[in-house]
């Protein structure tokens, strides 16, 4: 299949090399060229705009960081509409308000423009191992036929609902991740402030209840005190921001979420913004007083 591929940070430059590695055409353009490089090597196609490489392509794939970065990209000047040739659809793997999807695709439908909104879970560890939770919004026959595309890049691949559905799983799953990150390192500066070793903590936790892959997999990272991104922390605070956003918009209490929120806000207010979302850690090592090892 042609694919053309918009977005090639952290996350979207090995999704975009699974899908060259799946045998697709692949079709790439960036902001910053440098980012193209390692897809022009591995053979893809470079363009100098988002609409040369709706030309080029039958999906085009956007993963960027929200929602008027994707209304750029989609709609604005040199955008996929305006190099969309019949039938093209445009799948959206970023993470944007679910307003925001089902606004943009109901514009891109007046320029007979399929849109799925797809967003993903795993992080660049998952993008590189072609291993990402996809959740998708949209209409079923495009779903379908995208479905070999995200099948490159993902294993857990569920079409939610319709157009913005995806949006509003990947909400759903950011309030429980950004909690239980939060929850794991107040478990951690718990044990250590009462004298206890954590990672023996984090042993006995993880064979009952308490378990999760939180606690397994960022847990490990929290105690090598690994705290490279993999998903940035500025990523999950906007990612809550607009799940609070979505909650003010509904009328919705989230006392849990809001508090998730705060720490994340405090987290880029530290300087940690840069760093993965494990960091959460260091903030609160740092509130409380307790020693860094």
């Not at 079709?27 to 897809?39: C, D, G, I, K, Y």
């Not at 606004?103 to 072609?130: F, N």
Request: hydrophobic content about 50%.
């Amino acid at each position: 299949m042609r694919v053309g591929f918009i977005g090639l940070g952290i996350m979207g430059r090995p999704m975009a090399l699974n899908l060259l590695r799946g045998g697709h055409d692949m079709q790439v353009w960036s902001r910053r060229p440098a980012s193209m490089a390692p897809l022009l090597e591995a053979g893809a196609t470079g363009h100098d705009s988002a609409a040369a490489v709706a030309r080029a392509s039958e999906v085009v794939i956007s993963m960027v960081a929200d929602a008027p970065d994707v209304e750029q990209v989609a709609l604005g000047l040199n955008g996929v509409a305006d190099g969309a040739s019949q039938g093209l659809a445009f799948v959206d793997m970023s993470t944007i308000a679910p307003a925001a999807a089902r606004g943009i695709a109901a514009r891109l439908a007046q320029r007979d423009i399929a849109m799925l909104d797809a967003p993903v879970s795993g992080g660049e560890a998952g993008a590189i191992k072609g291993s990402l939770s996809i959740m998708v919004g949209g209409e079923d026959a495009v779903f379908e036929r995208v479905k070999p595309l995200f099948e490159c890049m993902g294993q857990a691949i569920t079409l939610v609902g319709g157009s913005g559905a995806g949006q509003v799983a990947k909400a759903c799953n950011q309030i429980v991740t950004g909690m239980a990150v939060e929850a794991v390192a107040e478990a951690f500066n718990f044990a250590r402030k009462a004298g206890v070793e954590p990672a023996r903590v984090r042993e006995a936790l993880l064979g009952g209840f308490a378990y999760s892959r939180i606690l397994e997999h960022h847990g490990a990272r929290m105690l090598a005190r690994d705290f490279r991104p993999g998903f940035k922390a500025w990523m999950h605070q906007k990612d809550l921001r607009i799940v609070m956003e979505s909650a003010h918009q509904f009328g919705l209490a989230l006392p849990g979420a809001a508090t998730a929120a705060q720490m994340f806000n405090a987290m880029v207010g530290a300087g940690l913004g840069e760093e993965d979302s494990v960091a959460m850690l260091k903030l609160l090592e740092r509130l409380s007083g307790t020693p860094q090892s």
